[in-house]
C-alpha cells in the first residue's frame, strides 16, 4: 500500500539557518513526488516535483530536494531561511490507479521561525 | 489567469443537513480532484473527475458524491452532514488525466464547519 511518513510534526528554526524536512515513501513503482506548502487557511502551493533523472531537484523560493531510491527518502532542503517560510509543509507521492490517478500526503510538518 | 476558484469559501452546517461545493478549475484544465483535510492532517482523496467521468473514488462514504460539468467545473456533494465531516475541502485541477504525475494546482478551500 502507498503511504508517506513525515516524522516530524514540528520543527523550529532560527532565521538564517538552514532547514531539512524529512519524507519518506512507499511505493511499489517508480515514484512521482512532490513537496507543497500550506499557509494558514490557504491551499496548496507546489514548491517542486520529481519524475525521474537527476535526483537533485530544485523548486521556487530557494527549496530543493534529493530523492533516494535506497532511503526511500525526498527530504526538502533550504540553506537559509526566512522568516516568511513559517507554514505547513506536506510531502505527497502521486500514483496512478486505473483510469484515474491521485495523491497520498503524509501528515504535514509544521515549521516555525524564530528571529 | 485566473487560478483554481471554489466557493463558498466558508460555510456552516447543521448535522444532517446536506451541502454542496463548488469548483472552477483553471482554464484549459479538464481534470478536477476533491480532497478532505481535517485540522492537524494532510489531504485525503475524495474523487477524481476527467472529461465528466468519474475516474477515481477514495475511502469515503455513498454521502459524498460529486460530477463534473461540460465546462469542466464541478460540485462535491455532501448528503446527512456529520460533526466529523467538519474540514477544509480542497479541489484539485490539472492539464492532463494524470495529474499525479505532473501535479495538481490547488483552490484554496471551502472550510465547512458542521455544528
Known amino acids: 500500500a502507498q503511504s508517506v511518513t513525515q516524522p516530524d510534526i514540528h520543527i523550529t528554526v532560527s532565521e538564517g539557518a538552514s532547514l531539512e524536512l524529512r519524507c519518506n515513501y512507499s511505493?511499489?513503482?517508480?515514484?512521482?513526488l512532490f513537496w507543497y506548502v500550506q499557509s494558514p487557511g490557504q491551499g496548496l502551493q507546489l514548491l517542486l516535483k520529481?519524475?525521474?533523472?537527476?535526483?537533485l531537484v530544485q523548486g521556487i523560493k530557494g527549496f530543493e530536494a534529493e530523492f533516494k531510491r535506497s532511503q526511500s527518502s525526498f527530504n526538502l532542503r533550504k540553506p537559509s531561511v526566512h522568516w516568511s517560510d513559517a507554514a505547513e509543509y506536506f510531502c505527497?507521492?502521486?500514483?496512478?490507479?486505473?483510469?484515474?490517478?491521485?495523491?497520498?500526503f503524509g501528515t504535514g510538518t509544521s515549521l516555525t521561525v524564530i528571529p | 489567469d485566473a487560478g483554481v476558484t471554489q466557493s463558498p469559501t466558508h460555510l456552516i452546517k447543521t448535522r444532517g443537513q446536506q451541502v454542496t461545493l463548488r469548483c472552477s478549475p483553471i482554464?484549459?484544465?479538464?481534470?478536477v480532484s476533491w480532497y478532505q483535510q481535517v485540522l492537524g492532517q494532510g489531504p485525503q482523496f475524495i474523487f477524481q473527475?476527467?472529461?465528466?467521468?468519474?475516474?477515481g473514488r477514495g475511502n469515503f462514504p455513498d454521502r459524498f458524491s460529486a460530477r463534473q460539468f461540460p465546462n469542466y467545473s464541478s460540485e462535491l456533494n455532501v448528503n446527512a452532514l456529520l460533526l466529523g465531516d467538519s474540514a477544509l475541502y480542497l479541489c484539485?485541477?490539472?492539464?492532463?488525466?494524470?495529474?499525479?504525475?505532473?501535479?495538481?494546482?490547488f483552490g484554496s478551500g471551502t472550510r465547512l464547519t458542521v455544528v
Open positions: 511505493y511499489g513503482a517508480t515514484p512521482y
Open positions: 520529481y519524475f525521474s533523472g537527476d535526483t
Open positions: 505527497a507521492v502521486g500514483v496512478i490507479k486505473g483510469a484515474g490517478n491521485q495523491f497520498y
Open positions: 484539485a485541477s490539472s492539464l492532463v488525466r494524470q495529474g499525479a504525475s505532473y501535479g495538481y494546482t
Open positions: 473527475y476527467y472529461e465528466k467521468e468519474e475516474r
Open positions: 482554464s484549459g484544465h479538464k481534470s
